[in-house]
């Protein structure tokens, strides 16, 4: 399965736009390193074919917002046209560094890449949530649920969020500071039942990211209110056993297991060189993609002869339009890790082998004039799958 001409594939400055006998060396300014990366752009496999919509999307390309501690960067509608579903946010907190207190109208997903942090929320009938995440735990806070983020030692965190809204702006929150900074201090006076000179001190202009000290044990930021949550706002993924082949392994995470994370349904995919993501489609809604770590490729086709083929390596977000089949193989030396994300409560796909191997093979051999032993030998599953 191992991919025979690995070197073949990387291009340099004389190779130009070549496959075969079609195309033909560059003659104008050239950012080889991005055609490096794009090697599919570059010289596109021939079933390649149509005009697809941008489905790529790397975080290096997104604007870095910087505070005192830390550092935010956003893949939304803006960025990438393509992605009315959901919108990610990759953020980095020192220790000590906190996300100010605050809500949005989009529920929030996150998935912590290194490091770790404390997260509070309360809800609305004043129960109560806090918690420690680590490294590959997730966490989801439902619209309009107020909450913290804040950086623990050593050295702080950084995490992947997740909107269930394509058009959320990061830059766009309800924070603490900017509400009460916009309320008439004799109003906050009289809401807190002090005098208006308690206020005297409140910050000029929105915290967002700031640096704070590191707080002490979660015990004692784990506030009695009207009890805890009923459901817990974090979920840790490392525990689970995935689902797994020769080729690789899924973890799936959606409201079955993960009962407070209604509007988003998760699965983290491990591929081994060689291996890949079978063809496969989702009928629940569009997919987003975050690349964790080595390097693979996607096809993604859509009706009327349109496909095109993507790179992919870490740090990239991928997205596939509901209902368009896909597979994602690992074209690296390195395990192949990535998530899938979908607005939805619950992960479903249909896979085109067991498609196929469930209907009527003489119907099916009418359509491919493909020999019986093809559809004979495709392993009858119930789970998505790293085939082997
Ligand atoms: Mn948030
Ligand atoms: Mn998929």
Redesign the pocket.
Known sequence: MKRKHEQKRTPHASSGARRGKFGASILGPRNLSLEAENRDKLAPPPTDAGTMPNLKWSFADSHMRLEEGGWARQVTVRELSIAKELAAVNMRLEAGAIRELHWHKESEWAYMLKGRARITAVDQSYRTFADDVVEGDLWFFPAGIPHSIQGLEKDGCEFLLVFDDGSFDENKTFLLSDVISHMPKEVLAKNFGVSASAFAKIPEKELYIFQSQVPGPLTADRLAGAGPVPQWFSYRMPTQQPIRTKSGSIRIVDSKIFGASKTIAAALVEIQPGGMREL?W?GNGD?LQYYLSGQGRMTVFNADANAATIDFQAGDVGY?PCFMP?YVENTGITTLRFL?LFRSDHFE?ISLAQWLALTPHELVRAHLNISESVLAKIPRRDTPIVPD
């Open positions: 496969h989702h997919e596939v896909h899938e796909d």
